[in-house]
Nanobody
């Protein structure tokens, strides 16, 4: 288990950008694969991006590919989600999560942050 705290959410106009951060506690952060999920009202929580423990592998949902970039700094125990060309449909609560496996399945992530709200106005 690892404690995760997200930040960087807010209100932005369509076409704008935001950078989310997720700070992790503990010395085992660099051993975890990390993911960013989002959940819009009335919808299932979906995985938007994942990054391997080394940062060498990334994966994106089709809906964000080419617009979002996931990265990590293991020296700072932090994972980031750079979101560009934001659309109103990107509005959701965004969560970071940690997993021991390379996966996009929600149930495979054992630690979750509290979430940060992203609202994109049209």
């Amino acid at each position: 288990q690892v404690l995760l705290v997200e930040s960087g959410g807010g209100l932005v106009q369509a076409g704008g950008s935001l950078r989310l951060s997720c700070a992790a506690s503990g010395r085992t952060f660099s051993s975890y694969n990390m993911g960013w999920f989002r959940q819009a009202p009335g919808k299932e929580r979906e995985c938007v991006a994942t990054i391997s423990w080394s940062g060498g592998y990334t994966n994106y949902a089709d809906s964000v590919k080419g617009r979002f970039t996931i990265s990590r700094d293991n020296a700072k125990n932090t994972v980031y989600l750079q979101m560009n060309s934001l659309k109103p449909e990107d509005t959701a609560v965004y969560y970071c999560a940690a997993s021991n496996t390379w996966t996009t399945v929600r149930g495979d992530f054992h630690s979750w942050g509290q979430g940060t709200q992203v609202t994109v106005s049209s």
